[in-house]
């Protein structure tokens, strides 16, 4: 089942996890930050690819980044990514080097190319913010195919196939006794085949991926289903796609692209729900600049609310904050010296409206309360 999906940046999780980024962080700054689209799938592909290349270079040069580093930028930029259409690439370079250099499967409308003290990190968590990691599970009486998905990447993570008994798989219509027997077993080998699919489901949820989706036949669904009650798993029901190659695929990319986003505007939603909720109580979270940094001091904060565009708007003194470790004492938008707190305390990132936030640019979800 490899390659078969194109899915969007729907995300199940709907938190970015920075310890994917931590490492940047290590390095002496400053650094630079290029965020651009790389796919070169149309005529002229690959001019464009090379024009924006030279755009962030360019940039890059503007704002007093040494050639070395820019030069390292293109180079890297340069290499063609073998990978089909939208494709995002976030590269971070300082004099040491390339510090990061990250593909995932999105439009870059907006891109991204700065010189500065912190890494520039916002726009690409705005986007991996919605990723998600989810399990698509196409069955049929005689097994299954299952995947692995992260909706920003173009290939499943992991693939098998389930190939279970084909023996008396075809009910007959007849009343007589062996008929009936012929029935009983072949509804048997549907349970069993059923079993050993959710079985390799079960296994991935197991790792941490609760969000199953499952399409193909509505029986072997049903059985599938049945099988994963008291299990983790979060279970979605596709009516679109097959095991058979009938050119169902378009169907069942909208289905899970449908579903994908259902699950994210609800986990969203849910979010800031909560966020009220804890404001509401006066406990367990914060909202604004000057209370989040300091809650950042304190190691408090479990998952920062972010706004990118909002926050970019403020500026983050860390001189003014005693005890902020965020690499830097250099004044820095507030979204760039967010993330990289967050980061550097191993704290979740997720985006959300400054309008849900009552009009801040940023609120955060704590680990624990302590008197400021």
């Given at each position: 089942?490899?390659?078969?999906?194109?899915?969007?940046?729907?995300?199940?999780?709907?938190?970015?996890?920075?310890?994917?980024?931590?490492?940047?962080?290590?390095?002496?700054?400053?650094?630079?930050?290029?965020?651009?689209?790389?796919?070169?799938?149309?005529?002229?592909?690959?001019?464009?690819?090379?024009?924006?290349?030279r755009a962030a270079r360019e940039a890059l040069r503007e704002q007093g980044a040494p050639e070395g580093v820019v030069t390292a930028v293109g180079d890297r930029l340069g290499e063609l990514v073998p990978q089909p259409v939208p494709v995002a690439r976030l590269v971070v370079v300082t004099a040491d080097g390339v510090q990061h250099d990250e593909t995932?499967?999105?439009?870059?409308?907006?891109?991204?190319?700065?010189?500065?003290?912190?890494?520039?990190?916002?726009?690409?968590?705005?986007?991996?913010?919605?990723?998600?990691?989810?399990?698509?599970?196409?069955?049929?009486?005689?097994?299954?195919?299952?995947?692995?998905?992260?909706?920003?990447?173009?290939?499943?993570?992991?693939?098998?196939?389930?190939?279970?008994?084909?023996?008396?798989?075809?009910?007959?219509?007849?009343?007589?006794?062996?008929?009936?027997?012929?029935?009983?077993?072949?509804?048997?080998?549907?349970?069993?085949?059923?079993?050993?699919v959710a079985d390799r489901i079960t296994s991935h949820v197991r790792a941490g991926n609760r969000l199953v989706l499952l399409a193909g036949d509505p029986r072997s669904r049903s059985l599938v289903r049945e099988r994963l009650d008291g299990t983790h798993a979060e279970v979605v029901d596709l009516e679109s796609g097959s095991r058979a190659d009938d050119?169902?695929?378009?169907?069942?990319?909208?289905?899970?692209?449908?579903?994908?986003?259902?699950?994210?505007?609800?986990?969203?939603?849910?979010?800031?729900?909560?966020?009220?909720?804890?404001?509401?109580?006066?406990?367990?979270?914060?909202?604004?600049?000057?209370?989040?940094?300091?809650?950042?001091?304190?190691?408090?904060?479990?998952?920062?609310?972010?706004?990118?565009?909002?926050?970019?708007?403020?500026?983050?003194?860390?001189?003014?904050?005693?005890?902020?470790?965020?690499?830097?004492?250099?004044?820095?938008?507030?979204?760039?010296?967010?993330?990289?707190?967050?980061?550097?305390?191993?704290?979740?990132?997720?985006?959300?409206?400054?309008?849900?936030?009552?009009?801040?640019?940023?609120?955060?979800?704590?680990?624990?309360?302590?008197?400021?």
């Amino acid at each position: 089942m490899a390659d078969r999906f194109r899915l969007g940046t729907f995300g199940h999780r709907a938190l970015m996890d920075t310890s994917t980024l931590s490492k940047v962080y290590q390095s002496d700054g400053p650094f630079a930050t290029v965020l651009v689209d790389v796919g070169h799938e149309s005529e002229n592909g690959a001019h464009e690819h090379e024009l924006r290349v030279r755009a962030a270079r360019e940039a890059l040069r503007e704002q007093g980044a040494p050639e070395g580093v820019v030069t390292a930028v293109g180079d890297r930029l340069g290499e063609l990514v073998p990978q089909p259409v939208p494709v995002a690439r976030l590269v971070v370079v300082t004099a040491d080097g390339v510090q990061h250099d990250e593909t995932a499967a999105f439009q870059v409308d907006d891109p991204v190319a700065t010189w500065g003290p912190l890494p520039d990190l916002a726009r690409w968590i705005e986007h991996a913010d919605g990723a998600v990691t989810f399990v698509l599970a196409v069955v049929d009486h005689e097994g299954g195919d299952v995947a692995v998905h992260r909706s920003d990447l173009p290939s499943p993570e992991q693939t098998a196939s389930v190939h279970g008994s084909t023996e008396n798989i075809h009910q007959v219509g007849a009343d007589d006794w062996g008929s009936l027997k012929y029935q009983h077993r072949t509804e048997n080998v549907w349970a069993h085949n059923a079993a050993e699919v959710a079985d390799r489901i079960t296994s991935h949820v197991r790792a941490g991926n609760r969000l199953v989706l499952l399409a193909g036949d509505p029986r072997s669904r049903s059985l599938v289903r049945e099988r994963l009650d008291g299990t983790h798993a979060e279970v979605v029901d596709l009516e679109s796609g097959s095991r058979a190659d009938d050119g169902g695929e378009e169907a069942l990319q909208a289905a899970v692209r449908g579903a994908l986003l259902e699950q994210v505007v609800r986990r969203r939603v849910g979010r800031v729900h909560e966020l009220r909720e804890r404001l509401g109580r006066g406990e367990g979270a914060v909202a604004g600049l000057d209370d989040v940094t300091g809650a950042f001091v304190r190691g408090q904060v479990a998952t920062l609310l972010l706004d990118p565009a909002a926050a970019a708007q403020q500026e983050l003194a860390p001189g003014t904050y005693r005890g902020l470790s965020i690499g830097t004492q250099e004044t820095v938008p507030a979204d760039v010296g967010l993330v990289a707190a967050a980061a550097l305390t191993s704290a979740d990132v997720a985006i959300v409206s400054s309008a849900t936030l009552g009009g801040e640019p940023v609120a955060a979800l704590l680990r624990w309360d302590q008197p400021a």
